[in-house]
T-cell receptor, first 117, second 117 residues
Framework: NAGVMQNPRHLVRRRGQEARLRCSPM?????VYWYRQLPEEGLKFMVY????????ESGMPKERFSAEFPKEGPSILRIQQVVRGDSAAYFC???????????????FGPGTRLTVL | AQTVTQSQPEMSVQEAETVTLSCTYD???????LFWYKQPPSRQMILVIR??????QNATENRFSVNFQKAAKSFSLKISDSQLGDTAMYFC??????????????FGEGTQLTVNP
């Protein structure tokens, strides 16, 4: 069972361009979370999605950022018109469907390091 | 809202010795989980140990153990017989317990641990 996959691992964009980050959850996992890690900081929650639904986007900036998790295919985090402050590592985590009392552990991908020039 | 505080930005320890990393948190929730994650230079997030808040017994995983003080909202990590491979950033994290959906992780700012030969 492959782990959480993220691509690309490194992404360089110029200011004003668009960045698309992809996350393929582990097999059987229907919950996806995106976190951002700015340099020298901890991870900050951005958005939580289930298949075709955004459950919690309270950590995501209101402008320029969007996320989706379609019925088929990976979850996508999209950043439009990137600025230098978007430079960070973006981590995706996945977990299996909720099963009551059992802990839904989140398994992390290797992250995508976005650099905005 | 939950907050997680790690008051030690950096720590160092000699190989084979014991070190304790501190973490405090603030929440009004009664059912939750606490975690310690390790982030080595590869930046991969690796789960070290977890604790269910309703369990009084402290979790242990080989050389890693926690001291969970629920009333004090304290959750420290003890690493025994430190090894060079333990050198990493360590993050304390909080997660609400939900029966029917997933839940975000709230991370502290991290403690950079260096194990010296």
């Amino acid at each position: 069972n492959a782990g959480v996959m993220q691509n690309p691992r490194h992404l360089v964009r110029r200011r004003g361009q668009e960045a698309r980050l992809r996350c393929s959850p582990m097999k059987g996992h229907s919950h996806v979370y995106w976190y951002r890690q700015l340099p020298e900081e901890g991870l900050k929650f951005m958005v939580y999605l289930q298949k075709e639904n955004i459950i919690d986007e309270s950590g995501m900036p209101k402008e320029r950022f969007s996320a989706e998790f379609p019925k088929e295919g990976p979850s996508i985090l999209r950043i439009q018109q990137v600025v230098r402050g978007d430079s960070a590592a973006y981590f995706c985590a996945s977990s299996p469907p909720s099963t009551g009392a059992i802990l839904n552990e989140q398994f992390f991908g290797p992250g995508t390091r976005l650099t905005v020039l | 809202a939950q907050t997680v505080t790690q008051s030690q930005p950096e720590m160092s320890v000699q190989e084979a010795e014991t070190v304790t990393l501190s973490c405090t948190y603030d929440t009004s929730e009664s059912n939750y989980y606490l975690f310690w994650y390790k982030q080595p230079p590869s930046r991969q997030m690796i789960l070290v140990i977890r604790q269910e808040a309703y369990k009084q017994q402290n979790a242990t995983e080989n050389r890693f153990s926690v001291n969970f003080q629920k009333a004090a909202k304290s959750f420290s990590l003890k690493i025994s017989d430190s090894q060079l491979g333990d050198t990493a950033m360590y993050f304390c994290a909080f997660m609400k317990r939900r029966k029917t959906s997933g839940s975000r992780l709230t991370f502290g700012e991290g403690t950079q641990l260096t194990v010296n030969p």
